[in-house]
C-alpha cells in the first residue's frame, strides 16, 4: 500500500508518534510519521495480541500492513471521546476524571505481563544511553540510579495519559501501547505525572489550547499522585528517581515542546545530588 493511497482516506487524529486513519467497516490504520518509530509499531502490535482481553479493554487489531514500508496497524475504531477532550470540554470535572485516571491505572498495574513484554529497565537503559541531548557524565550518574531500583513485575503501559484513554458505549478503553513494558509500578506512575505535568504539544493542537492542557495537566498530576498514594505507598525517594529515569528517557524519543523542560529538571537534579542533598522532594521540580 502507498502512503498517497491512505492520505485519501478520512484523518481521524494525529498522535505523538502516529497518524490514524478511517479504513472502514469499523476499522482504522495507525502510521507511523518517522522512521524511527516503525520497531515500536511493530512491538505494539504484538502487545495488543498478548493482553489478557478480558482484563484489558483495548481495540482489536486485524493484521500488520506496510504503507511504503511503514509497518501499519490495522484495528478496531472505537467510536468515543478521549478522556482529554471530554476535560476540555468540561474542564470543571478535572478532579473527577483525574481520580478515574487513577484508579484505572492502579488496576492495570495490578495485572502480569505477557512473557513476550520487553523489561522497562533495559528499555530505560536504552533510550537513556542512546539520547543525544544527555552528557556522559549525565548518563552515567542516571544509569547508576537506574541500576539499583527494583525491577517489578507489573503491566506498565509507558504511555498512559487522558489522550490515550477513549470513553465508548459505557467502557473506557486504554490505546496507544507501543511502549508497553514488564516493570514497577511507581516507573509507570512516575511516567503519567510527568506527562501531565509536562503535556508534551502534540501535532494539530494550537497554542492557546496548548496552555489550558498544560494548566488542566499540572493541576491533574497532582490529584492522580495522591489517589494513586493512598492505594500504593510510594518511597518519595525512589518516586523521585524513577521520575528522573522516565524523564531521561523521554529526552530519547519524546515530543520537541517538552525537551526543554525535560533537560532542566534533569540537570537541576542531579546537581542536588552532587550537593548530597535528599531527593524525596525531588519529582516535584518536574
Known sequence: MKLDE?????????????????????KVIRVPRRPQDYDRIRYEYSVYLSLPGSDVA???VYGLVEVDNAPSIVMQRIVGIS???QIKNRPFLFRKEAIHLAEMHLALLKLSPDASIKDGKDQAKFC???????????KNVILNILEHLPAGKSLCHGDFHPGNILYSDGRDYIIDWTRASRGDIAADVAH??????VVPRVPGIGLFMHAVQKQLGSAMANIYLKCTLKSVPLSPVIFSKWV????????????PSEQRRLQTFIAKYVHALS?????DHFYKWI
Do not use: F, W
Open 6 to 26: 491512505v492520505k485519501t482516506l478520512h484523518l481521524i487524529a494525529r498522535g505523538g508518534q502516529a497518524d490514524i486513519y478511517d479504513y472502514g467497516n469499523g
Open 58 to 60: 483495548a481495540p482489536a
Open 83 to 85: 478522556m482529554m477532550d
Open 128 to 138: 537513556i544511553e542512546a539520547s543525544l541531548c544527555l552528557t556522559e557524565p549525565m
Open 192 to 197: 503519567t505525572y510527568i506527562l501531565m505535568k
Open 244 to 255: 528522573l529515569i522516565k524523564a531521561a528517557e523521554r529526552t530519547y524519543y519524546g515530543l
Open 275 to 279: 550537593q548530597g542533598r535528599n531527593e
